[in-house]
């Protein structure tokens, strides 16, 4: 029994003594210098498991974080993505940083890339297949997913051009990944989109032909793209067919997001009835956050096209009487204004308007926007003292982007002037 026991120490001493040299071999004749089938399988094991995870994993939850904590501008066209209001200063910008995702696929691109050509195989030199694959300047069978983290990261990091660079390099360098080439391709043009480069863009979009959406990534990511850059070319007529299938494809807070969108478009294109129905989804939504489903109910009151308003007065009315919306008070008026207005009764429409001024606590972009209604109306009745001040206070709060800024500012620019006219006609009156 001794001598058994002795033997097994024996053996296990052997085994350690051996066993960092057996792990240096297996190591070495897998480093990423050496090109063969062990090594590559050994390579995109290591990148997958050992580095890419990770990365990948902060990059799903930081993305999933920044969409779901994005407080939206409701008064403006919202962006398709949070990402897209790195593009404006003006608007509320998105939080999350991805430099962990992008110092992980950096690790792996920098430890495991196999760059070295394999040993030529005799009798293949006719192959056309064969010829190709030694073109090739990655024989890592997984890095290419390494290099999409960090473009991707990099544009949701708000760093468009990095990201267009890094995006362009695998288009060129992965061609025999088609799928992966054409996915790069869509990115690129989104890059380009978001730093204004509507032209390069376009010139992507359309050389991507439906036989290349080979994967249900591609069938989404192509239509979101296509809105995206009609949205910022100023096509919103052409951007809500692509947007309606980015939507139908999205899930969570983005689809209510693109939801809401769809219907900010509609209205823009004097689609009330459309508007309105999109809306809605948006208000009855159980996942929706409330701030999101109570500014849905509002843009509600401005496409409001039924015949009889009282119900939904009635409804607005009932939001005052909830603690929750005290601070929305100039909302609810505001709206209540517009169900009004929609009527001709511009009685009830100033009445409304004034309290949703009075009513604001904020002193933001909802009271602005009650203002320049109001001061509208007093406008068309020649009343220049009252609207003035109105537009005064209202224009410097509105965002450069909207459609009317222009218009607006230049009528308060030519209220300071009649302003003081007519404060003199109606004292001369009296």
Same mark, same amino acid.
């Given at each position: 029994?001794?001598?058994?026991?002795?033997?097994?120490?024996?053996?296990?001493?052997?085994?350690?003594?051996?066993?960092?040299?057996?792990?240096?071999?297996?190591?070495?004749?897998?480093?990423?210098?050496?090109?063969?089938?062990?090594?590559?399988?050994?390579?995109?094991?290591?990148?997958?498991?050992?580095?890419?995870?990770?990365?990948?994993? &902060?990059?799903?939850?930081?993305?999933?974080? $920044?969409?779901?904590?994005?407080?939206?501008?409701?008064?403006?066209?919202?962006?398709?993505?949070?990402? +897209?209001?790195?593009?404006?200063?003006? *608007?509320?910008?998105?939080?999350?940083?991805?430099?962990? *995702?992008?110092?992980?696929?950096? %690790?792996?691109?920098?430890?495991?890339?196999?760059?070295?050509?394999?040993?030529?195989?005799?009798?293949?030199?006719?192959?056309?297949?064969? %010829?190709?694959?030694?073109?090739?300047?990655?024989?890592?069978?997984?890095? &290419?997913?390494?290099? $999409?983290?960090?473009?991707? !990261?990099?544009?949701?990091?708000? +760093?468009?051009?990095?990201?267009?660079?890094?995006?362009?390099?695998?288009?060129?360098?992965? @061609?025999?990944?088609?799928?992966?080439? =054409?996915?790069?391709? /869509?990115?690129?043009?989104?890059?380009?989109?978001?730093?204004?480069?509507?032209?390069?863009?376009?010139?992507?979009?359309?050389?991507?032909?439906?036989?290349?959406?080979?994967?249900?990534? /591609?069938?989404?990511?192509?239509? =979101?793209?296509?809105?995206?850059?009609?949205?910022?070319?100023?096509?919103?007529?052409?951007?809500?067919?692509?947007?309606?299938?980015?939507?139908?494809?999205?899930?969570? =807070?983005?689809?209510?997001?693109?939801?809401?969108? /769809?219907?900010?478009?509609?209205?823009?294109?004097?689609?009330?009835?459309?508007?309105?129905?999109?809306?809605?989804?948006?208000?009855? *939504? &159980?996942?929706?956050?409330?701030?999101? @489903?109570?500014?849905?109910?509002?843009?509600?009151?401005?496409?409001?096209?039924?015949?009889?308003?009282?119900?939904?007065?009635? !409804? /607005?009315?009932? $939001?005052? &009487?909830?603690?929750?919306?005290?601070?929305?008070?100039?909302?609810?008026?505001?709206?209540?204004?517009?169900?009004?207005? !929609?009527?001709?009764?511009?009685?009830?429409?100033?009445?409304?308007?004034?309290?949703?001024?009075?009513?604001?606590?904020?002193?933001?972009?909802?009271?602005?926007?009650?203002?320049?209604?109001?001061?509208?109306?007093?406008?068309?009745?020649?009343?220049?003292?009252?609207?003035?001040?109105?537009?005064?206070?209202?224009?410097?709060?509105?965002?450069?982007?909207?459609?009317?800024?222009?218009?607006?500012?230049?009528?308060? +620019?030519?209220?300071?002037?009649?302003?003081?006219?007519?404060?003199?006609?109606?004292?001369?009156?009296?």
């Amino acid at each position: 029994m001794s001598q058994i026991n002795s033997r097994i120490i024996s053996y296990l001493k052997v085994i350690a003594i051996a066993l960092p040299l057996i792990l240096t071999v297996a190591v070495t004749s897998c480093s990423p210098k050496k090109n063969n089938a062990a090594t590559r399988n050994y390579q995109a094991f290591i990148t997958r498991y050992n580095i890419y995870f990770n990365g990948d994993e &902060h990059y799903k939850q930081t993305l999933k974080q $920044m969409e779901d904590t994005y407080e939206d501008d409701f008064s403006r066209l919202i962006p398709l993505h949070p990402i +897209d209001a790195k593009s404006d200063p003006t *608007s509320p910008q998105p939080a999350g940083s991805f430099d962990r *995702s992008i110092e992980k696929a950096q %690790k792996a691109i920098q430890l495991r890339s196999i760059k070295k050509k394999p040993r030529r195989k005799a009798g293949k030199g006719n192959d056309p297949e064969y %010829k190709e694959w030694l073109k090739r300047e990655e024989y890592n069978p997984f890095l &290419h997913n390494a290099w $999409m983290m960090q473009a991707r !990261s990099q544009y949701m990091n708000g +760093d468009f051009l990095a990201a267009a660079t890094t995006f362009h390099y695998i288009q060129n360098h992965f @061609k025999w990944l088609p799928a992966t080439s =054409t996915e790069a391709a /869509l990115w690129m043009a989104r890059c380009y989109v978001s730093l204004g480069w509507n032209f390069e863009a376009q010139t992507i979009l359309r050389r991507i032909t439906p036989e290349q959406l080979t994967n249900s990534t /591609l069938k989404e990511l192509y239509p =979101t793209v296509l809105a995206d850059y009609y949205i910022h070319a100023g096509e919103f007529d052409k951007a809500i067919q692509p947007l309606i299938q980015a939507r139908d494809k999205a899930s969570g =807070t983005q689809k209510t997001r693109l939801t809401f969108l /769809l219907g900010q478009i509609y209205a823009r294109q004097g689609k009330k009835t459309e508007a309105y129905k999109e809306f809605e989804k948006v208000a009855k *939504s &159980h996942s929706a956050p409330y701030r999101t @489903k109570f500014n849905a109910r509002i843009k509600q009151s401005e496409v409001y096209s039924g015949k009889n308003i009282e119900p939904e007065v009635k !409804s /607005l009315r009932s $939001m005052l &009487h909830y603690s929750r919306n005290k601070e929305f008070a100039d909302q609810i008026y505001y709206a209540i204004g517009n169900l009004y207005l !929609s009527r001709q009764d511009t009685v009830k429409a100033i009445e409304n308007y004034s309290k949703a001024i009075k009513q604001s606590t904020r002193n933001g972009i909802d009271k602005a926007l009650a203002q320049i209604m109001l001061g509208g109306l007093y406008f068309d009745q020649r009343d220049y003292d009252l609207a003035q001040p109105l537009y005064s206070e209202a224009v410097p709060q509105l965002p450069a982007s909207r459609p009317d800024f222009n218009d607006l500012k230049r009528r308060s +620019d030519v209220l300071d002037e009649l302003a003081v006219y007519s404060q003199n006609v109606k004292l001369q009156d009296s």
